[in-house]
């Protein structure tokens, strides 16, 4: 019986970590023009695992297991870092000044 039940707390960790990077990459992407979007992913990926700590506390056998809010923060991690990362060039900002280039005009009779 060892085996299965060491499975299941396998699955768990993934469990945390693929729902934080879920929240993280979502709020982040929500934020998308604040420069601080990666901060907010990664706080509100680690808020509902911290809640949901809690809740396990207050539930079952009374145990707050750390290593549930470290796989938290490694998927929280992960998630915002991806989204911020994609939507880095699409909020790009072009520099101002000169601008050099060839532009064509065609006009049809």
Do not use: C
């Amino acid at each position: 019986m060892a085996p299965s039940v060491y499975a299941d707390v396998e699955h768990d960790k993934y469990l945390h970590a693929g729902i934080s990077a879920v929240i993280a990459s979502g709020v982040t992407t929500l934020a998308v023009d604040s420069p601080n979007r990666f901060w907010y992913g990664l706080g509100a990926g680690m808020a509902v695992g911290l809640a949901k700590e809690f809740a396990d506390k207050r539930k079952t056998n009374g145990r707050f297991d750390s290593k549930d809010l470290l796989a938290d923060l490694a998927g929280a991690l992960i998630g915002a870092y991806a989204a911020d990362s994609l939507l880095r060039p699409a909020v790009f900002k072009q520099p101002t000044g000169y601008a050099y280039g060839v532009q064509l005009t065609v006009a049809f009779d």
